[in-house]
């Protein structure tokens, strides 16, 4: 999903001209601290933070000095928002074309619907996590083995190596409530079965392949 597909048009941004004290109103009422700013032309200009509007010395947005706006353009994946929101700890994102004309902003909530629709985190199903060195990291031939078994996925998670691990663990959800053949098709292909859930929401995995994600939404 891009973007430009998930935007919200309900947050306005911030205006030059806008008092510092109707700043801070917004950013109350829609739960930010960094709000975008926009030109007279409706062009992304910049972004203020709520410690930057109390601190400031003047009465308009304009007097406050601007940080370099974290924004994506409509044509990005949801992922580079998610990605930046972990970076920058943001709650909200501007969306611009390439022109850098203000389109409307994404939010964390938004993100994380547009995740969970993704990898139908709704839906029930069965979890299988395979073990994976670099060098064998191959998907085709799993998902081979998965599909013979009869079964079908519904989503892929990839969980890179971290610290002193060295392996990538690939959760896949399923459709079927016993994953106990695919387990042993995969097994006698060598893989490294690194767990084996049935009968569990693919949530429950998912947000905790996702836990840099989920660590700071508040909702």
């Keep these: ?10 947050i306005v941004p911030l ?41 400031s010395p003047g009465e308009r947005v304009a007097d406050v000095e601007m940080e370099e706006a974290v924004k994506v353009y409509g044509t990005q994946h ?29 939010t964390k909530q938004k993100v994380l619907e547009s995740l969970g629709r993704m990898l139908n985190l709704a839906k029930q199903g069965s979890v299988i996590t395979v073990q994976l060195d670099f060098i064998d990291f ?9 599909e013979t078994e009869g079964a079908k996925i519904l989503g892929i998670t990839v969980e890179t190596p971290a610290g002193d691990d060295n392996s990538f663990h690939v959760s896949f959800k399923l459709n079927v409530e016993d994953v106990s053949r695919v387990a042993s098709a995969l097994r006698r ?18 947000e905790s392949r996702a836990d840099e994600l989920l660590r700071y939404l508040d909702m």
Excluded at 1 to 10: C, G
Excluded at 18 to 44: F, H, W, Y
Excluded at 79 to 105: C, H, K, N, S, T
């Design 189 to 206: 292909h060598d893989y490294r079965v690194a767990t084996e859930a049935r009968n569990e929401s693919f949530g429950m995995d998912m």
């Design 138 to 146: 191959t998907l085709s031939e799993m998902v081979h083995l998965i």
């Design 1 to 10: 999903m891009l973007t430009q597909q998930a935007l919200n048009t309900e």
């Design 15 to 55: 205006c030059l001209e806008d008092s510092v004290q109707a700043a801070l109103l917004k950013m109350d009422e829609c739960g930010a601290n960094t709000l975008p700013v926009i030109d007279d032309g409706e062009r992304l200009a910049g972004q203020v933070t709520r410690a930057e509007l109390e601190e």
């Design 78 to 106: 949801v992922f580079e928002a998610a990605r930046l929101m972990l970076q920058y700890e943001l709650r909200l994102l501007p969306v611009i074309d390439g022109e850098w004309g203000y389109r409307g902003v994404i």
